[in-house]
């Protein structure tokens, strides 16, 4: 409950306050959000498995956006900045396909 | 549980390799911490905040440095964006002239085309009006006249501007089309005279024999001429006073074109043909 | 169909009491879609580039100027080709005026079209009916001799250089024939041309005035600034002469 209502009240308090993006973090920002979502897809479906661990969850989310946005930034400095935060979108889209897999097959299967 | 199940159609040889790294790729890893978690495994709380502290000083170290960056990245960023935009517009003001130009290129072009058919309707026109006018050079069949003084040079045996005037008359009677008097074209402006001993035709003086040059049609122009008041005076100059007079038809003459054809006071007249 | 187990613990996450894990989650989750919103909003906004890194920037500037040169370069040459156009439709043009005043003249000249300009009108009278078709055709090249550019015989027939004079059919009236056209005097011809030049060459010893009083007529002659010669030559087709092109 809590979880659902802290995504919303996060959402609503983004829309409102309208912050602007530094110069410097703003080709991070989109990595980092689909790092995060990548951990939370897999945080849903442990839950789903009913081997969801919060600790689990912080670790692979904080760790998950770190390595992505230290990855791509390793990438910016190398000047392959574009193709390594594409690699990166890339195999995290996958892992979110395949989490999202899993989790309608726990749906509807048994 | 928490792993996929194994395939249980055998896979290919060859695809194996692939068929690895692609699980691998979208084998999510949480799952394994997530298993280990749920079979109790240990935790290391010092571990966790061991790593959140040192990633920490990262994260500190690199946005000082960013931020400290920042301004010249945003004027940086700044001239890019407008070099950027002034490109954009300069590649599509281009564009727009080029179309533009391009449009003309093609009016000219089509202009052209027709601009085409116009000067040749024009020279052919001015073809036609020439054989007639005399601007022109024409060939064709017809007649050649000679006379000449006679020989003893007596004065009723030469040859007067007159004569040749009513020469010419007559062959224009007889249905001549085109005529030169010594190779002197002669056209609406062209005037038979003497100016002292010496006949001149367009000005040019001329000296015996006269060759007058008449394209027509062969088989009529000798005798029509013949039948005409020239004719038939020249046939008694001839018989009487000795004054040389052949006509033959010709098969092919070739009669340049006049000299004199320029207008000075004459201009044409809107008004139609009607008398004033 | 709906696994029951699985949105058991859905549920039963979703009702549970507010414990530590579901706060730590509950602020993640936030920060999540805190960032989420943020980003959705930076990509609407106007500013195209917003999250391009500087090097495709650099890379997007290089392929313009590129671009920006082939269309310098295709804009020149299209320059090139209509100046190169305007200059010869500006050639023809002048060519095409040129012939065409030409062809106006030529036509003039063979009597295809009424002409207008200073020049005398002379009037033969013969009333004995003695003035024959020499005398004409005589003061008709006198006339030429002088600048005459248009002729007309009695407003009715056109002299150009096809013309023929013959004398008129009935010897006992006073007519000529010009060009199968019978005119009966007294003789009016108007003449474009000098009329100082052209009045002289009838009045010159010898000349048509002499001619015509010898014969028992009379000529008058009157200049004028504006005359119309606007009787028409009879078109000829010329069947036997081709122009040499």
């Known amino acids: 409950m809590i979880a659902v209502l802290g995504l919303l009240v996060g959402v609503l308090l983004g829309l409102f306050l309208e912050p602007s993006v530094p110069l410097a973090l703003q080709p991070y920002l989109p990595i980092a959000v689909v790092a995060a979502l990548d951990a939370t897809f897999g945080a849903l479906r442990a839950l789903l498995d009913g081997i969801f661990d919060d600790r689990v969850f912080v670790i692979s989310f904080v760790s998950n956006v770190l390595v992505a946005a230290l990855i791509v930034y390793l990438g910016d400095q190398l000047g392959v900045g574009s193709q390594l935060s594409t690699g990166v979108v890339v195999v995290l889209g996958i892992r979110i396909f395949s989490n999202v897999a899993a989790i309608r097959r726990k749906l509807l299967h048994a | 549980m928490s792993l996929s199940p194994p395939d249980p159609r055998p896979a290919p040889p060859h695809a194996d390799a692939s068929r690895e790294l692609l699980a691998r790729l979208t084998r999510p890893d949480d799952d394994d911490e997530y298993a280990a978690a749920d079979r109790g495994g240990p935790s290391s709380r010092v571990g966790l905040a061991t790593a959140t502290a040192a990633l ?18 945003e004027r940086d960023r700044e001239v890019l964006l407008e070099r950027l935009a002034r490109e954009k517009t300069e590649v599509a003001v281009l564009g727009a002239r080029a179309e533009s130009t391009a449009a003309e290129v093609e009016e000219l072009r089509a202009s052209t085309l027709e601009a085409t058919e116009t000067v040749q309707a024009l020279q052919a026109q001015l073809d036609t009006q020439g054989a007639t006018v005399g601007s022109a050079p024409v060939r064709g069949p017809g007649v050649r006249v000679v006379v000449d ?83 038939q005076m020249f046939s008694d100059l001839s018989i009487n006073f000795g004054v040389q007079f052949e006509v033959e038809a010709a098969s092919e003459l070739g009669l340049p074109a006049g000299s004199r054809l320029e207008l000075d006071v004459a201009t044409a007249s809107t008004k139609g043909g009607d008398g004033a | 169909m709906l696994d029951q187990t699985a949105l058991q613990r859905v549920a039963r996450s979703v009702v549970a009491r507010p ?53 310098a370069g295709r804009l020149a040459d299209l320059e090139e080709t209509r100046d190169a156009l305007q200059l010869s439709t500006q050639q023809r043009q002048a060519a095409l005026l040129e012939s065409q005043e030409r062809l106006d003249s030529l036509r003039l000249l063979s009597g295809q079209v009424a002409a207008v300009g200073p020049g005398v009108r002379i009037t033969i009278d013969d009333p004995d009916g003695t003035v024959g078709a020499a005398t004409l055709l005589n003061a008709v090249e006198e006339l030429r001799d002088s600048g005459a550019e248009a002729i007309e015989v009695n407003d009715a027939a056109r002299v150009v250089a096809q013309t023929w004079f013959g004398d008129g059919p009935d010897p006992a009236d006073a007519s000529l024939v010009v060009d199968s056209r019978t005119v009966s005097a007294p003789y009016v011809v108007e003449v ?54």
């Open chain 2, 149 to 231: 003084d006679s020989d003893d040079g007596a004065p009723e045996g030469t040859i007067t501007d007159s004569d040749l005037q009513q020469l010419v008359n007559g062959l224009w009677k007889a249905g001549a089309e085109a005529i030169t008097v010594n190779g002197q074209r002669l056209t609406t402006l062209s005037a038979i005279r003497t100016a002292g001993q010496a006949i001149t035709v367009n000005y040019r003086s001329l000296t015996p024999p006269y060759t007058v040059a008449a394209i027509g049609d062969p088989e009529t122009l000798p005798a029509r001429l013949l039948e005409t008041a020239a004719g």
């Open chain 3, 19 to 71: 414990s530590r894990g579901q706060a730590v989650v509950g602020v993640l989750l936030a920060v999540l879609g805190f960032a989420a919103a943020v980003q959705v909003s930076e990509v609407d906004s106007d500013d195209a580039y917003s999250g391009t890194r500087r090097e495709d920037l650099v890379q997007l500037l290089q392929s313009l100027s590129v671009a920006q040169d082939r269309a």
């Open chain 2, 56 to 73: 920490a000083v990262l994260l500190t170290v690199a946005a000082v440095q960013t931020q400290a960056a920042q301004p010249q990245d």
């Open chain 3, 192 to 245: 474009i041309g000098d009329p100082a030049t052209l009045a002289e060459a009838t009045a010159f010893p010898g000349g048509l005035t002499d001619e015509a009083e010898a014969l028992g007529g009379t000529v008058s002659v009157v200049t004028s600034d504006e005359l119309r010669v606007e009787s028409l030559a009879p078109a000829r087709a010329t069947s036997f002469a081709e122009p040499v092109t």
